[in-house]
């Protein structure tokens, strides 16, 4: 940082060499010393000699290196902006090294904000890029990207095929070795889950405990696993990596903010009201947001939830759902309907739930069921089922929909009635062709029809659409 200090002050600060300098010097500033104003400055100063001079080149490195440091400072929307058109002018360029690490850093952004079906372009054409160019680093990475992509949408097969290659690449990545975990753990492979736990473990004993994104995402994704599973050994060692990212003046936020969904999230499976009160204050900035397939919203409504404030955590829920439906985030949605649902039937007053509260908790109990049904998220499903039992809702719910037809049944029916197909019905309601059909053929018996026109004029006759 000094040598680029220095060297500024000795050339023209007009010239096209200060305009390297300076794009050099928004990474320095804004990853290595936590200063975003700086690099701002910096970002301003390189981009307008980059504009004077016509230097398409500096132009695209500039905007490059500070879509990089939006990114680390959870400023989403400025890293897709300028790094669209970082790639458009890498292309133009035909520079594939530049656009193989703008779309990443474009692709991982708009996963943490929704934008799934975008993500998912960048994730491939990254790919396609880095198998080319047969950069070990930038393949991995791309490969982990695009296990990323299929892990939030619960592609739990697809997820494993780009991890298995990535680690072949990358043996002891703990990028790679953290979702692979997850997704054993999501998907019922509770011993295969264990393993790469291990390796996570010892790949980042190898680290030094710098604020960096390795070491903090282990803070977090070891909380997530234990939610997961319900094994609380290696909490301990997730509290200290936290502490230990927070206690650093130039972590990013990014950084810190993955620290602090670990310490949220250890907070919530220990009923700790005082540390669910710390750390619910810290993570309200950043609602809407997604970090490794979890969504900030859910966490909150959990944090809330062991604060006592049940108002505040329906709120929370009920944006969790309606941001993993736009996304297509299947597994998280699954999650947060069952967490929804056990809250609403948790006996905290002394009573039993209301009537309204049990049957909303019932419709959640039954997309959270078929969900994990349909995703193969066996831990899940036993979670949803063990509620379910417990609320004994089979024996107290009076079906309030005619024919006995439960919510998403009618739900299901509208959707038909409006001439939609299967297809169409899965993906408005985020659930499978399979499970449409499963429903489209319980909704033909309760209601005694024998096709879709005819289910469409029961709809019309008892329903309104």
Not at 82 to 91: D, Q, S, T
Not at 173 to 191: Q, V, Y
Not at 194 to 215: G, I, M, N
Request: hydrophobic share 40%; net charge negative; aromatic share 6%.
């Amino acid at each position: 940082m000094d040598l680029v200090a220095r060297a500024l002050r000795l050339i023209p600060p007009d010239s096209p060499e200060a305009g390297h300098l300076l794009s050099r010097y928004i990474l320095v500033l804004g990853l290595e010393e936590g200063d975003y104003r700086g690099a701002m400055q910096a970002y301003d100063g390189a981009l307008a000699i980059a504009h004077r001079t016509g230097d398409a080149a500096l132009e695209m490195r500039t905007l490059a290196h500070f879509s990089v440091v939006d990114y680390w400072h959870l400023r989403s929307q400025g890293t897709v902006t300028k790094g669209l058109r970082a790639i458009e002018l890498a292309r133009r360029a035909g520079d594939q090294m530049s656009e193989v690490r703008t779309r990443f850093w474009v692709a991982v952004s708009q996963l943490g904000i929704g934008e799934s079906r975008e993500a998912q372009i960048h994730a491939s054409a990254m790919l396609s890029l880095a198998e080319r160019l047969h950069d070990r680093y930038w393949l991995a990475t791309a490969l982990w990207l695009n296990e990323r992509v299929s892990m939030y949408k619960g592609d739990w097969h697809a997820a494993r095929e780009f991890s298995e290659r990535g680690l072949l690449e990358s043996t002891s990545d703990p990028r790679l070795l953290a979702t692979r975990m997850i997704i054993e753990h999501e998907s019922g492979n509770k011993f295969q889950g264990q393993l790469f736990l291990e390796r996570l473990l010892e790949a980042v004993r190898l680290l030094t405990s710098e604020p960096r994104h390795d070491y903090a995402s282990t803070a977090s994704m070891v909380p997530i696993a234990a939610r997961i599973t319900g094994d609380t050994e290696y909490l301990n060692m997730a509290e200290g990596a936290a502490s230990t990212v927070l206690s650093a003046e130039t972590a990013t936020p990014l950084v810190a903010s993955l620290a602090r969904l670990g310490l949220a999230l250890i907070a919530v499976l220990r009923s700790d009201a005082h540390g669910a009160k710390e750390q619910y204050a810290s993570l309200g900035s950043i609602t809407g947001s997604y970090f490794i397939g979890l969504s900030v919203d859910r966490v909150l409504g959990l944090l809330a939830q062991t604060m006592g404030d049940s108002e505040q955590a329906v709120t929370h829920f009920e944006n969790c759902m309606a941001g993993c439906r736009n996304a297509g985030y299947r597994p998280e949605l699954a999650w947060a309907c069952h967490d929804y649902a056990n809250m609403l039937l948790a006996d905290e007053r002394g009573r039993a739930p209301l009537q309204d509260d049990r049957a909303k908790a019932f419709s959640l109990i039954e997309e959270a069921l078929a969900i994990s049904t349909d995703l193969g998220m066996a831990p899940l499903r036993e979670r949803v089922e063990a509620l379910q039992d417990r609320a004994n809702l089979g024996t107290v719910r009076v079906p309030a929909y005619p024919g006995g037809m439960t919510q998403r049944e009618v739900e299901v029916l509208t959707q038909l009635a409006q001439g939609k197909t299967d297809r169409e019905i899965a993906r408005e309601l985020v659930i499978s062709d399979r499970t449409v059909q499963r429903h489209v053929s319980n909704i033909y018996a309760k209601i005694k029809v024998r096709n879709r026109a005819e289910a469409t004029t029961f709809a019309l006759n008892h329903l309104s659409t």
